[in-house]
């Protein structure tokens, strides 16, 4: 740093002091401009109010940001939750060049300008860094919200004393296979159940590798003491099946949820009979 560069720094750290509610002010005017009036106004100048002193302690102890930089994480995350985009949040803290130009502008001090272009370049810094932060927050919080998405579209029913289902629902891949599964397996240890339905109503198409996957689940099932049914085997389904040459072994199968649930009450001991008006009569099988 040369000796301009020393002087400027101090002058400019000297203002920022000097001037710290007259800066603030307009940097939280100027900040609340830039993300549209959808930000509380008393929680963005908290946020700002302590990004400042930490910019001050940043300027005081010559270059340890830490601080600063764990504030501007802070900020990034909440705004990343509150629905702003990553150029609004860095644009929050570009705005506090705009802030401070306007003083030095008024001293008409070249030691002073001197200052406020090594000032600009480390806001700079900090708003890229804002930014990176900012995306890598957003990241998160859509992985946190697909995996509560996956676990909602993978309910496991308790249909029955001791017969559990598992209707899915669109796409079925590894990632989800496994959520199935310890859904499942957790089920059958919570319920004591020994039977259990997955039903793939809803499930577009079977190929291949989405077989391998429902006979996944039925194994880890079965490795558990519980036998599966797979209902909703659909005439298409069946065609592609047989076409793809795709083996069931001993794995019982079934069109519908009902014959489904229908077979796992039989095997449970419960008799299902069906009555000529069309109403279902169940009873326990006498030993």
Same mark, same amino acid.
């Given at each position: 740093?040369?000796?301009?560069?020393?002087?400027?720094?101090?002058?400019?750290?000297?203002? =920022?002091?000097?001037?710290?509610?007259?800066?603030?002010?307009?940097?939280? *005017? =100027? /900040?609340? /401009?830039?993300?549209?009036?959808?930000?509380?106004?008393?929680?963005?100048?908290?946020?700002?109010?302590?990004?400042?002193?930490?910019?001050?302690?940043?300027?005081?102890?010559?270059?340890?940001?830490?601080?600063?930089?764990?504030?501007?994480?802070?900020?990034?995350?909440?705004?990343?939750?509150?629905?702003?985009?990553?150029?609004?949040?860095?644009?929050?803290?570009?705005?506090?060049?705009?802030?401070?130009?306007?003083?030095?502008?008024?001293?008409?001090?070249?030691?002073? !300008?001197?200052?406020?272009?090594?000032?600009?370049?480390?806001?700079?810094?900090?708003?890229?860094?804002?930014?990176?932060?900012?995306?890598?927050?957003?990241?998160?919080?859509?992985?946190?919200?697909?995996?509560?998405?996956?676990?909602?579209?993978?309910?496991?029913?308790?249909?029955?004393?001791?017969?559990?289902?598992?209707?899915?629902?669109?796409?079925?891949?590894?990632?989800?296979?496994?959520?199935?599964?310890?859904?499942?397996?957790?089920?059958?240890?919570?319920?004591?159940?020994?039977?259990?339905?997955?039903?793939?109503?809803?499930?577009?198409?079977?190929?291949?590798?989405? /077989?391998?996957? =429902?006979?996944?689940?039925?194994?880890?099932?079965?490795?558990?003491? /519980?036998?599966?049914?797979?209902?909703?085997?659909?005439?298409?389904?069946?065609?592609?099946?047989?076409?793809?040459?795709?083996?069931?072994?001993?794995?019982?199968?079934?069109?519908?949820?009902?014959?489904?649930?229908?077979?796992? !009450?039989?095997?449970?001991?419960?008799?299902?009979?069906?009555?000529? *008006?069309?109403?279902?009569?169940?009873?326990?099988?006498?030993?």
């Amino acid at each position: 740093m040369t000796a301009h560069g020393d002087a400027g720094q101090l002058r400019v750290a000297e203002l =920022l002091r000097a001037q710290e509610e007259t800066i603030l002010k307009r940097w939280i *005017d =100027l /900040a609340g /401009a830039t993300v549209g009036g959808r930000a509380d106004r008393s929680v963005l100048a908290g946020r700002l109010r302590e990004l400042y002193q930490a910019l001050l302690q940043f300027i005081g102890e010559g270059g340890d940001a830490s601080d600063l930089r764990g504030l501007l994480a802070d900020l990034s995350r909440a705004q990343a939750r509150e629905g702003f985009t990553p150029a609004e949040t860095a644009a929050v803290v570009f705005s506090l060049k705009e802030a401070v130009y306007g003083l030095i502008e008024a001293e008409d001090d070249v030691e002073a !300008l001197r200052g406020y272009i090594w000032l600009a370049r480390h806001i700079d810094d900090l708003g890229l860094f804002t930014f990176e932060t900012f995306v890598s927050a957003r990241e998160k919080i859509i992985t946190d919200q697909a995996e509560q998405l996956l676990e909602l579209s993978t309910p496991v029913v308790k249909l029955w004393d001791g017969i559990l289902a598992v209707p899915l629902v669109g796409t079925l891949d590894s990632a989800r296979t496994q959520v199935v599964m310890e859904k499942l397996l957790q089920g059958l240890v919570e319920t004591g159940s020994e039977h259990a339905v997955i039903d793939i109503t809803g499930v577009p198409a079977v190929d291949t590798q989405v /077989a391998q996957h =429902l006979l996944k689940a039925v194994v880890a099932a079965r490795l558990m003491g /519980a036998e599966c049914v797979i209902s909703g085997i659909r005439p298409q389904i069946a065609h592609t099946i047989v076409t793809l040459g795709i083996e069931f072994g001993d794995i019982v199968t079934k069109s519908s949820l009902a014959d489904a649930l229908a077979y796992a !009450l039989r095997k449970s001991g419960v008799q299902v009979t069906q009555r000529a *008006d069309k109403h279902v009569v169940v009873g326990l099988e006498r030993a």
